[in-house]
């Protein structure tokens, strides 16, 4: 599609100057695409709504009020209804949104950061390191990876805190392969070659001259990564591993909503929108970048 | 390398993949700090209930001796006794296995056929409003977790226009299908939604291709060029992300049982976890690793029949 819209753009029509830019090569021009631009407003909007909760509602989204339960969405007081317990729903998805957020950014920090860096050392060290981190990545890649982070959170014990830890052990994989397949398409290149002949030490040439050419892959899967973290934080808080009640969290209102499934339909139906919107904008900011390279 | 010691040595590396995922899940419970009898034990660990798990789980020998237990155990088919059930793990567990895989491969054929639908369709209308269409339903299905996206059909076909079961499982085997037919479908779509996207560019990279020219040239029906001489060279690289997507529809299953209340390992699994009884957690994370396993296996021996060019090396 990129190509035709390139192609219209280059082309000189009659009557129009030469050299007018369509809206997408402005875009382009500014390392943008629409793509991307579409997922970084919606998340922008998600941020945005995240640190102004307490400014768009007038409601604690802890506090119970039960002669105010069940109310349906678009009532005179509360847009999107109440919840068995009388709590504003709008509040809870709100407040929701700092929670989910928090979940995306510290479930991929610590893998992105440590799964690249083995990803390097592997892939330009080679040898006894490489063949014993490989071998530890194919035994984790066996086990599906929602059950492997529930067996740890089962020992561990539910709570955010251990959802975070059990991310950490197995979730650096995707990054680890993905930057040491990256690393060993560089590490005989001429730049790298130079660096060593005036005497670059190991960690330099891996950390200054490798790490800024082959980060880029792994960059874009953080995006992938974040989505999954949410939507796996949402599955375990739902199944009763993940937050703990009466804290907002989208995956455990869901949980909560599913007994009056019939009597309120809203309950489960509108934090998995929150969820989705999400899960959308995230997922447009990866498939932006990957286009981008 | 011909085909038979490709396979010799694909053989080999999963039994080392097996005897890692041995390693992993014991040292799971043994590695982590603390005790294991008093974390497995959580409330309920009062100094005598300690020495008899200690006891059970022969947590007084030493770590060889107790690795060489659990494994010459599993290579037996011993899983331990579960805590709360006070039962042998493999009945309660092998008893379920069939009901779980049953589930996924329902999802897998549901998903192999929608995929081809919409994947093609999306292909051969590129650019259209079909293909667009179809990207977009897909990307929202594939950001929105499984178990809402069940609740929402539970919602909508089962309550409101009672099209299918609530909930359960069936005693024949019509009803199997007919019970497990939304949960089937909830984890199709989302696996689908990896593999369109995949399709759909594999699909239309192929048709560029010269032998498709060629068959097109010749005078062959749009059709079986697609069907015949497209799909066919397309359909490889997909079938590798149907492997790698295996553990996550593994993952998926055992979850979704829990939401259509479907009495496979999942549910066995979140209720163990909840009851603290970590003998049948370890069993059922046995279990899918060694389904996954055997799948990836699968996937990679099938490429030779998809492609009879392809070579092992």
Redesign the interface.
Known sequence: ?SE?VLDAGLRPRVGEPVLQLSFTMRLQKIGLNPTLLAGLLLLALVVLVAICAPLLTPYDPIVQKLDEAFQPPLSVNHILGTDNFGRDVWSRILYGTRLDLQIGVISVLFPFVFGSLIGIATGYLGGRLDTFFM??V???????????V????????PGLGNLYIAFGLVGWIPYARITRGETLATRNLEYVHAARTIGCTTPRIMLRHILPNVIAPGLVYVFTGM?LAI?IG??LS????GTQPPTPEW?AM?AAG?QF??QA?WL??L??FA??VL??A??LIGDGLADRQ | MGRASYIRKRLI?SV???F??T???FG??HF?PGDPAT??L?DRATTQNIAALRDQLGLNRSLPEQYWLFVSGLAQGQMGTSLTFHQPVRDMVLSRVPISIGLAVYAMALAAAITLAFGLLAAVNK?RWIDQVIRVGF??I????????G??L??VLS?GLKWFPVAGFGATLQEHVWYLFLPALTLSLQLSAVLIRNLRSQVILTSRSDFVRTARAKGLHERLVLLRHVLRNALLSTVTIFGLQF??L???T??IE?VFAVPGMGQL??T???G?D?PV??A??VV??IL??IV?LLVDLSYSFLDPRVTYE
Do not use: K
């Not at chain 1, 194919?138 to 492997?148: G, H, Y």
């Not at chain 1, 739902?238 to 591993?241: F, H, Q």
């Open positions: 599609m035709s071998r530890i194919d035994v984790l890649m066996a086990f599906p990876f929602l059950i492997l529930v067996a740890i959170m089962s020992i561990l014990g989505v939507l949402a599955t739902y199944l009763g591993l995956g869901i599913r499934l019939l339909w489960t139906a934090p998995g969820l989705l899960g959308v995230l997922s | 590396l080392f993949v097996l890692g995922v390693i992993v899940i799971m419970v982590l974390i497995l959580g650019g990307l929202f594939l950001t929105t977790p499984s178990f809402w996206f609740i929402l539970i919602l309550l553990g996550f593994v993952g998926g055992l979850v829990t699994l979140f163990s976890i909840t603290r970590y957690v370890q059922i994370t899918s690793a996954v396993i990836n």
